[in-house]
């Protein structure tokens, strides 16, 4: 009888390519998308090393960030289209990649572009039981099909390029049990939002979150989408729901979807991926769904979420210091008074939009609302930006355009837009915003821009009051009733245990072989011989724990090493500090990764003169002696939360820090420091506070030596004894070595699994090669066909 096991475990065991001695595992890659964003970077570094796509099937690239959402009525091209350079370079750069790399493209001229989060689902690009990666925090959306979906840094996506695989460690499990229904009117961002409220954004910090329960079960894919999307907003690596007839029903017919045979052969599969009765979840939440009440965040985190019936809350409540700073900094950069309604908050802009809520019954619920109403007299811009170019035309063909146009709304094109404004969708200062999206931290809709998250229907309402207000409450004309999101759907009876068996059969078969006489010993890290690496890595990588070379290194490859490092550390008292505060999105505009120092924490370095012109603040890398701070010692928790972007570390590298210590971390930011030669420390609170943070203070240096993992003062005494770093990531920074290069030598294993993969997962293959060069003559779910570029 074989263990049981957790949805996740059993997804996660159907991908290992390899496994190593300190229990990092090679995993392979199903679905890999693609936007302009954090793109560029990794295909620059795939030409730089003369390397190909490995499966151009299993990759599809779409604009979404960076594009105008004005009409495309009259587009002829990404040159006269985007009118501002960054944005358009970031374009065209990637329209140039996917030509030159094959790789399949929905551009601004294809009715199927839209956000990358929206269209992998709406094509069936996105299936159960996969790995979905995207260098995009909100990957997390497509764990709702029960895929493993997490977003990846810019070095990853050049990885999963170049290999179809990736460097894991393996997560902790956490379910969260959502029991009994949902109350009539409520929606998956409430019961979404409500959970973030309770565990807070660290709350799921390195584990994978599963959502179960009959509130879950009797959420639409659309709504189970919802949840997943901001599970990372959670701190999750990602967060998943099991497979039911709802998910088969939504994937069958979609264009990419598989037909016929391999459709049954599917779902016989597609239905052994549930949790097993006894499996151990690390972390247990049990939520009663009759409790949740429309919900709203009043802060300036996603964690600063509140039923819309509360009032602001007060920090003279609050005894913890960090926690209370936090909130009062939160209240002065919202404008808002403690102790005020909720409902008496005015608000100056509507966003109905983003990855998290622009979908078809998104777009349903709000018109409902909406719907012979017209938007408030104090309300200076209401937007509906759809999801997709296929979810605005059905909402066209359902009249709900006109609806929000005779409200007062923009009806807009596909993209991002507001949600993060790298395009021109963005607030002015101090404006106050109804948001459907996922983030509210500083500085996310524009500059000292004051986000309030909620659902579709809420911000409709909102939009109609000219202030937070209670959809429960809320007058319908015409006698509607905002149609909630909710579908019934039965959970699948028919688990067949041994078909379940068959499946992960593959687990006896020798995927890695055991072959001592192997050229590549895959247990043994320290000894790959050195010929046989890729000639980008072509440095010796044997490790010898007792060396601890005071010079630092660069590889062949670009990649510098770390062994010790001595520097003044700089203090940083903030928990939560998300990376859009390390580096705002206007910065996300490179296609380069160096330069972004300027940018680092720019918001709270600068402030505008007078003159529009940049002054320093008083924030601590501005004061002597922490200009030339090459450690950032943080006191609060989940430092690099938020996106994925690995603008954050190239823009604390290029500014000179090279070591990050913190309680804990976001873990895509973790990551993305590896691979950049930057060394993130977790260590106690109470530690840092009681040893690091009176060294930092007085300005002396610490001395961080990697090699022994401790931390030393500048007269060489031991302050930290041992801090834990994985094995593996210590020995690719100690050598400086490009882990593309080590997982290239791993290709006789990449090559068994995916011959195992074409048998087993039949299915799978064909991927977005089945995107056809039609437009419009054939029926899909939305009436139109995929298109090539
Ligand atoms: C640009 C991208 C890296 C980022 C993310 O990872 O989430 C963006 O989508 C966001 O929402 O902040
Ligand atoms: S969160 Fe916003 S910016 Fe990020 S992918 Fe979603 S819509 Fe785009």
């Not at 903030?574 to 940018?599: E, H, M, Y």
């Not at 402030?607 to 012109?613: C, G, L, S, T, V």
């Not at 030669?677 to 506070?689: E, F, K, N, S, V």
């Not at 593996?728 to 070595?737: D, E, M, S």
Request: net charge negative; glycine share 8%.
């Amino acid at each position: 009888m074989s263990k049981p096991r957790t949805l996740y475990d059993k997804v996660f065991d159907s991908h290992i390519v390899h496994e190593d001695e300190s229990n990092s595992y090679l995993l392979y890659i199903d679905r890999h998308l693609v936007h302009e964003v954090t793109s560029p970077q990794a295909f620059e570094g795939l030409k730089n090393a003369n390397r190909t796509v490995r499966r151009k099937d299993c990759t599809l690239a779409t604009v979404d960030h960076n594009i105008p959402t004005e009409s495309r009525k009259h587009f002829k091209s990404t040159k006269t289209f985007i009118k501002q350079n960054d944005s358009r370079l970031q374009v065209e750069t990637l329209e140039k990649n996917v030509k030159e790399f094959e790789v399949k493209f929905f551009g601004m001229d294809s009715k199927n572009q839209g956000i990358v989060h929206i269209i992998g689902p709406e094509q069936g690009f996105t299936l159960p039981g996969t790995t979905v990666v995207c260098g995009d925090s909100h990957t997390s959306t497509h764990g709702a099909f029960g895929a493993l979906a997490f977003g990846i840094g810019t070095s990853e996506v050049e990885h999963v390029l170049a290999t179809q695989t990736i460097i894991q460690t393996k997560s902790k499990n956490m379910r969260i049990q959502v029991n009994g229904k949902l109350n009539e009117g409520i929606t998956s961002k409430d019961l979404i939002l409500h959970i973030i409220g309770v565990i807070g954004t660290a709350g799921g910090t390195g584990c994978v979150m599963e959502f179960a329960g009959e509130a879950i079960e009797n959420l639409s894919m659309e709504a189970r989408m919802s949840m997943c999307n901001m599970s990372i907003e959670a701190g999750a690596r990602a967060g998943m729901i099991k497979p039911d007839q709802t998910t088969f029903d939504y994937v069958k017919g979609r264009p990419l979807a598989p037909s016929g045979a391999e459709w049954d052969k599917a779902v016989a599969y597609w239905k052994t991926l549930y949790t097993d009765e006894n499996a151990k979840f690390d972390k247990e939440i049990i939520i009663a769904a009759k409790d949740i009440i429309p919900t709203v965040t009043w802060g300036t985190s996603p964690q600063d979420a509140l039923p819309i019936t509360a009032s602001v809350p007060d920090p003279n409540k609050i005894d913890d210091p960090i926690n209370k700073k936090a909130m009062e900094r939160a209240l002065e950069y919202m404008g808002l008074e403690a102790n005020t309604n909720l409902e008496d908050i005015k608000i100056d802009k509507v966003f109905i939009g983003s990855c998290t809520n622009a979908r078809i019954e998104d777009l349903r619920n709000a018109a409902a609302v909406i719907k012979g109403h017209k938007i408030a007299s104090n309300i200076k811009r209401a937007m509906v930006v759809p999801g997709s170019g296929l979810v605005k035309l059905e909402a066209e063909k359902e009249g709900l355009d006109q609806i929000f146009v005779d409200a007062g709304f923009e009806w807009r094109e596909a993209g991002c837009s507001m949600c993060l404004g790298m395009n021109p969708d963005i607030l002015s200062p101090q404006e106050r915003c109804a948001s459907t999206s996922n983030r509210n931290f500083e500085g996310r809709q524009g500059a000292a821009s004051r986000t309030h998250l909620m659902s579709p229907a809420m911000a409709a309402a909102a939009a109609v009051h000219g202030r937070l207000f209670d959809i429960r409450k809320f007058e319908y004309k015409n006698g509607d009733v905002a149609q909630i999101e909710i579908t019934s759907s039965k959970p699948s009876t028919s688990e067949d245990k041994l078909l379940q068996e068959s499946v992960y059969n593959h687990e006896k078969i020798p995927v890695q072989p055991n072959d001592a006489s192997s050229e590549v010993a895959e247990d043994e890290i320290d000894d790959i011989p050195v010929d046989h690496l890729d000639k980008n890595v072509k440095k010796s990588i044997k490790i010898n724990p007792n060396d601890t070379p005071h010079t630092k290194k660069t590889s062949s490859s670009g990649m510098e090493s770390f062994t010790v490092l001595k520097g003044i550390a700089a203090p940083l008292d903030k928990q939560n500090v998300d990376t859009d505060a390390i580096i705002p999105k206007q910065f996300l505009k490179t296609i380069k990764r160096t330069g972004l120092g300027s940018g680092l924490f720019y918001e709270w370095r600068f402030k505008k003169d007078a003159n529009n012109k940049d002054q320093e603040t008083d924030f601590v890398l501005n004061v002597e002696p922490y200009r030339n701070a090459k450690i950032l010692l943080v006191t609060g928790d989940n430092f690099g939360c938020g996106s994925s972007r690995e603008h954050a570390p190239w823009a604390l590298k290029d500014f000179g820090i090279q070591c990050m210590i913190a309680p804990s971390f976001g873990d895509i930011f973790y990551n993305n420091s590896f691979k950049n030669g930057l060394l993130p420390i977790r260590i106690d609170q109470d530690i840092i506070l009681e040893k690091l943070i009176p060294i930092a203070k007085a300005g002396k240096e610490l001395v961080i030596d990697l090699p022994k993992q401790q931390i030393l003062d500048s007269d060489g005494n031991i302050v930290i004894e041992q801090f834990d770093v994985d094995p593996f990531r210590k020995h690719c920074l100690v050598n400086g070595l490009d882990d593309i290069g080590l997982t290239l030598q791993k290709e006789e294993f990449i090559k068994k699994y995916e011959a195992l993969r074409k048998d087993k997962f039949s299915f799978l293959e064909g991927g977005s090669r089945l995107i056809k060069p039609v437009i419009g003559t054939k029926k899909s779910p939305y009436g139109v066909l995929a298109q090539e570029w």
